[in-house]
């Protein structure tokens, strides 16, 4: 028995009025998501527990089973994993967005989008400026996605950094890094510094200046958020059995992946935007199963049109997803197989960011009898077999509802 969980990040949403008061998934063509969920059973799946932000980190851990109560340490340090950071176990590092700052507010938290091949000039200009070995150091990551590390700094998470996305149109002042205790406030004081000096450095960056010159939103300002330390979870063979591979083009995927112990899998072309190599991670997919038992396959891109709130284009990703990915999956897999799908968590079009509720999910197994659902979305999935699940994850769900006889 061969397993495949696909996550489109952020499908999940409520209902838009441009589109008749439907989601983008009730609009979307999609039938092979349809038919897992014809074919299947469907539900309901908590992936966010009370008391925690509504993160991919968080979900996704949740999504493959690591309870998120237990193994969740913050963001950073799982994204790092993938560009060999090491981190020791008093050292914090943070997700380092470039952001664009515009007369004092936040304007954009990735800086439209920036590609590699401007961010990285860019965070090696505040590298030399702001960079302490052994204090403060910074690393290059994808696009707009870069990493700041604190060394030896107890207090660090007990700094709040604001995500960029939840607050763009927010003053700057209002929402820099903040000591929750008086024993974090040096270290708070450390990454605002760092924060207001990248923006002189990088302002009037060459880079930058031909940016705006083209009519793109400079990276002119630096924004740490998500830190976290070195998590500990136990492998993904030591918790079921199986040998797993995981398919993404974000950094966190791969970094729950590696401490995981799973194969990451680098796909050329994955972007982790509409534009991502939809056909080459199916490809990839199917491959990995020759020689895996499971394989996670996640799409950042239905999140990211969340984001942006441009109900058109999530639209657009989720059946891309379908038909490119998906569907090409499905007609290459011989063997007997059990199939997932689902989103991680909402990431409604209305608010431009996550939100907490359960995500509707759907499997497919050789003797699982269907419920009854014939499509795939969120009001569809409350009718489902599973009902709503609360704890657990769809790995143990998909591998429980594989061994039916």
């Not at 009025?17 to 799946?45: F, H, W, Y």
């Not at 207090?155 to 950094?161: D, P, T």
């Not at 406030?185 to 924060?195: C, D, N, S, W």
């Not at 989103?343 to 003797?367: G, L, N």
Request: proline share 7%; net charge neutral; hydrophobic share 40%.
């Amino acid at each position: 028995m061969k397993y495949i969980v696909v996550v489109g990040d952020g499908m999940a949403d409520c209902p838009i009025p441009e589109l008749g008061n439907r989601t983008p998934l009730q609009v979307a063509s999609k039938p092979n998501m349809d038919s897992i969920a014809a074919k299947g059973r469907s539900g309901l799946l908590k992936t966010v527990p009370d008391g925690l932000s509504s993160g991919s980190d968080v979900a996704i851990l949740s999504v493959l089973g690591f309870n998120p109560e237990q193994f969740y340490t913050g963001r950073g340090a799982l994204e790092a994993a993938t560009r060999g950071i090491k981190l020791e176990d008093e050292d914090i590092a943070f997700r380092c967005n470039l952001i664009t700052e515009k007369d004092g507010v936040l304007a954009d938290y990735s800086a439209g989008h920036i590609t590699s091949s401007d961010s990285v000039p860019l965070l090696e200009a505040v590298k030399r400026a702001c960079e302490k070995p052994g204090v403060i150091e910074f690393y290059s990551g994808l696009d707009y996605r870069h990493f700041l590390i604190l060394r030896n700094a107890p207090y660090a998470l007990q700094v709040e950094c604001a995500p960029p996305h939840d607050f763009v149109g927010t003053e700057v002042a209002k929402v820099l890094p903040k000591a929750k205790l008086p024993a974090a406030e040096k270290t708070a004081a450390l990454l605002r510094e760092a924060i207001l000096k990248s923006k002189d450095i990088l302002e009037a960056h060459p880079v930058n200046v031909a940016r705006q010159r083209k009519g793109k939103n400079p990276g002119n300002m630096i924004w740490p958020w998500g830190g976290g330390k070195k998590p500990s979870l136990p492998s993904f063979r030591e918790k079921y059995g199986l040998k797993a591979a995981v398919i993404s083009a974000v950094d966190l995927v791969k970094g729950i992946g590696i401490y995981a112990g799973m194969k990451v899998i680098d796909v050329p072309g994955a972007t982790g935007r509409e534009d991502t190599n939809y056909e080459g991670k199916a490809d990839a997919a199917l491959k990995a199963l020759e020689e895996h038992d499971l394989v996670f396959v996640h799409v950042e891109a239905p999140d990211e049109a969340g984001h942006v709130g441009d109900y058109k284009l999530k639209v657009k990703t989720i059946e891309d997803l379908d038909r490119r990915l998906l569907g090409r999956i499905i007609s290459g897999l011989k063997e007997p197989y059990a199939i997932a799908v689902l989103p991680d968590h909402p990431t409604p079009i209305k608010i431009r960011t996550h939100t907490r509720e359960p995500v509707p999910f759907a499997i497919k197994a050789p003797s699982l009898e269907p419920d009854g659902v014939q499509r795939f979305d969120e009001d569809s999935a409350k009718k489902g077999g599973f009902g709503v699940v609360t704890q657990g994850g769809i790995v143990p769900l998909l591998l429980a509802a594989a061994s039916k006889p």
